[in-house]
T-cell receptor, first 112, second 114 residues
């Protein structure tokens, strides 16, 4: 089953508003990855976080990994219509051969 | 730009028939994943290979599903017999390192069982 819980499941925002999705696990994670899937497309890798408390930025996107390595967030500043899609976190835990489990995703809709 | 190749893109099959999907990962990627994705849900891991070895197939319904990667390069996922509930997108992904690199996904095979 799912190893990571992702909330919210859906988010509708007006263009220019901010957006945040959260990913939570009951166990410590080795790393966490974030993916974006456009409608009708396949998941596309965005970033990986490995270190406790790590923060990474990609233009308007900010990714954080919790201090306990059990949660993560993706924040988009000033959303644009091109941000539409479903954002997934995916986590591996345990050994270097750990499985890559995906959350259910947050579906983002941006109204112009 | 290197891509993960999957075929076919679409497959319609009758229940109880056999169906097979093919995946050619990015050259040099040792790790290969097969995922199943139902509309509105996240990808569900079916099987993970490291080179030609199965690392994890705990989520693979082994009574009807099988997967192989004989030479550690391309891979085949088979379903026999197909059931109505198998209708989904089947995604293949590959990554360079065992753990620590992002997975690159193919376009997927959309399976419809009628």
């Amino acid at each position: 089953g799912q190893q990571v819980m992702q909330i919210p499941q859906y988010q509708h925002v007006q263009e220019g508003e901010d957006f945040t999705t959260y990913c939570n696990s009951s166990t410590t994670l080795s790393n966490i990855q974030w993916y974006k899937q456009r409608p009708g497309g396949h998941p596309v890798f965005l970033i990986q976080l490995v270190k406790s408390g790590e923060v990474k930025k990609q233009k308007r996107l900010t990714f954080q990994f919790g201090e306990a390595k059990k949660n993560s967030s993706l924040h988009i500043t000033a959303t644009q219509t091109t941000d539409v899609g479903t954002y997934f976190c995916a986590a591996a835990r345990g050994s270097t051969l750990g499985r890559l489990y995906f959350g259910r995703g947050t579906q983002l809709t941006v109204w112009p | 730009e290197a891509e993960v190749a999957q075929s076919p893109r679409y497959k319609i099959t009758e229940k109880s028939q056999a169906v097979a999907f093919w995946c050619d990962p990015i050259s040099g990627h040792a790790t290969l994943y097969w995922y199943r994705q139902i509309l509105g849900q996240g990808p569900e891991l079916l099987v993970q290979f490291q080179d030609e070895s199965v690392v994890d197939d705990s989520q693979l319904p082994k009574d009807r599903f099988s997967a192989e990667r004989l030479k550690g390069v391309d891979s085949t996922l088979k379903i026999q017999p197909a059931e109505l509930g198998d209708s989904a997108m089947y995604l293949c992904a590959s990554s360079f390192l065992v753990q620590g690199d992002g997975a690159f996904f193919g376009q997927g095979t959309r399976l419809t069982v009628v």
